[in-house]
């Protein structure tokens, strides 16, 4: 290769270096609303437009080239349908980004992009919100009314579920390969009261608190057991062993001490252990759950269906089934309204929040909102807040 050679090949690669550059400034820009598939129990794969673009040429080539790569009609057929399931998701992301742009601009939703959110909990006497973000390993404490950062406690091990007791402490788990604990913190002085620790146990996934008998419920992942705390001193008392090996949701029920769980992959259980006695009372297989609430005053218990985008209702006695609200794709965190009567679910996988009628069952409203984890309710200024994977979202119902 001579220096003419060289001196080409060398402008090209410069060129072809800019418009690379161009490229990915452009798709960083849009990266996060075109496209993203569901893989793997919550995972997310998430694949730009240059990618999906590639993959659709690519096939389109080989269609119409059938002959030459001899390709059977059923091989055509599947790649019809990939290149099919492609630009539909490609045309539910769009239609999702302007419809979610509209309403930022009429002021129905607004973000605060402060962290991926796994969990939020609204504190209606202080006007507050708690904020678990996975992105800065911190609990935050928000404003609601200026949504100004009142305090970021660092904790660093990913917080995941945030859980209050009746006294006022906010209880954390962490969620992290082998952070098995949970910090109790004081919503007052914002300081860390307490760290309980199970040892030998995986990362903390779900908790539940009985303020009466003075317990606190946690269950982890890949553990086959619920770990049962003294809620004065942390020691732990007890463990209770559950089918399956994930609990991923947990409830109790304050009146009879009855405790509630849902876990996620090994058998899928719904189970039910009885309060007096300590044991296993009830278990039943019933499909993948993330989320789980239960309503005390008529004995139901809500879950959420990762796959099969509803939420079920069970018999809190009985477990049976009892009715199923329509949600979408990747539903996991729950809340109930019963005093408007409304469902609140976040699709994780869909990227939405669904607003159903307790009553009817029907869906009646529906905001885009990216990977959405959790939601909590205000009641009295009518605010759905939503922890998702790009940050805070206000959704104001009263617009």
């Known amino acids: 290769m001579n220096q003419k050679q060289k001196d080409i090949y060398n402008n090209t690669l410069t060129k072809f270096k800019l418009k690379a550059l161009k490229l990915k400034k452009f ?37 119409t080239n059938y002959k030459k790569f001899k390709l059977s009609k059923l091989t055509i057929f599947r790649l019809s349908l990939l290149i099919a399931g492609i630009i539909t998701i490609i045309l539910h992301c769009s239609i999702s980004f302007i419809e979610k742009k509209k309403l930022i601009k009429e002021g129905k939703i607004k973000h605060v992009p402060i962290g991926a959110g796994y969990d939020v909990i609204y504190d209606k006497t202080k006007q507050i919100l708690y904020y678990a973000n996975g992105s800065e ?32 402490n906010i209880c954390i788990t962490l969620w992290k390969a082998l952070s098995n604990q949970i910090w109790i913190i004081d919503e007052d002085t914002f300081k860390i009261k ?30 086959n057991f619920i770990a049962v705390f003294n809620k004065k001193n942390g020691k732990i008392i007890g463990r209770y062993i559950v089918p399956g090996r994930d609990v991923s949701a947990l409830m109790v029920n304050p009146l009879t001490g009855d405790l509630y769980g849902a876990e996620a992959v090994h ?4 189970f039910k252990i009885n309060g007096i006695t300590k044991k296993l009372n009830r278990a039943k297989r019933i499909g993948i ?62 990227g939405s929040i ?30 759905i807040y939503v922890a998702a994977r790009d940050g805070l979202w206000i959704i104001n119902e009263n617009l």
């Open 27 to 63: 798709l960083n820009k849009f990266m996060g609303w075109y496209v993203f598939f569901p893989f793997h129990f919550g995972l997310l794969l998430r694949l730009n437009l240059a990618f999906t673009t590639f993959i659709c040429v690519t096939i389109s080539f080989l269609i």
């Open 137 to 168: 390993d911190s609990l935050d404490i928000v404003n609601t009314k200026s949504l100004n950062l009142i305090k970021r406690i660092k904790i660093p091990k990913r917080p995941y579920k945030i859980i209050k007791d009746e006294e006022g």
């Open 194 to 223: 307490s760290k309980l620790s199970c040892p030998r146990s995986f990362a903390a996934h779900s908790i539940a608190i009985d303020s009466q008998r003075n317990r606190i419920y946690v269950g982890f992942e890949y553990e």
């Open 267 to 270: 058998g899928a259980y719904l």
């Open 289 to 350: 759950s993330l989320d789980g609430i239960i309503d005390n005053s008529s004995k139901k218990i809500y879950l959420s269906r990762l796959f099969l985008s509803r939420i079920d209702v069970f018999n809190a006695d009985s477990l049976k089934l009892l009715k199923s609200y329509p949600a979408e794709f990747g539903a996991r965190g729950i809340k109930i309204n019963t005093k408007n009567n409304r469902l609140y679910a976040a699709n994780y996988v869909a």
């Open 354 to 383: 669904t607003v159903n009628d307790l009553k009817s069952g029907k869906v009646l409203k529906r905001y885009p909102i990216f990977a959405p984890r959790n939601v909590s309710i205000d009641e009295i200024n009518k605010r």
